[in-house]
């Protein structure tokens, strides 16, 4: 079994368009994600640059994103079921993400490959350590 219960810092964004990387939210980003015991989650992503210009708004896809509600694991899957967000549209939605171990203290959340209109593949990779490791 997959162990994601605790504190983890984000290490690394990378958003893939037809398998070609660039960084998000920073390089490196700055970001959390908690998992409890008892179902719950939250996640903080934020882009240093974004904080050192002191610009009250953010774009919530680049700049800073956070979200929170209630979390279950089937297999290498992960499901945030969303109930507080910094984009209001996404409350109520789940963003699904496959988890991949890389050592006992490291591991990477994958988003679900999304193919647009134009038939470009997108997908995201959020690398992360767990704290206090």
């Known amino acids: 079994m997959i162990d994601v219960l605790g504190s983890w810092a984000l290490v690394s964004c990378t958003s893939y368009k037809n398998g ?8 490196p ?5 908690q998992y409890t015991a008892d179902g719950r989650m939250s ?6 640059a974004w904080m050192e210009k002191g610009d009250p708004k953010a774009d919530g896809l680049s ?6 509600g209630r979390w279950t694991l089937n297999g290498d899957q ?33 988003t ?12 995201t990779v959020l690398r992360w350590k767990r704290v206090g490791s």
């Open 78 to 110: 992960v499901r945030h079921e969303i109930e507080i967000c910094s984009i209001p549209k996404k409350v109520g939605t789940a963003f699904v993400r496959t988890v991949t171990p890389t050592d006992a203290d490291h591991m990477e959340l994958s």
């Open 112 to 123: 679900a490959p999304e193919t647009s209109k134009s038939g470009a593949v997108y997908v």
């Open 43 to 48: 996640a903080f992503l934020m882009d240093p």
């Open 20 to 27: 070609n990387g660039t960084p998000s939210f920073g390089n």
């Open 29 to 33: 980003p700055i970001g959390q994600i």
């Open 63 to 68: 700049d800073f994103f956070s979200y929170a």
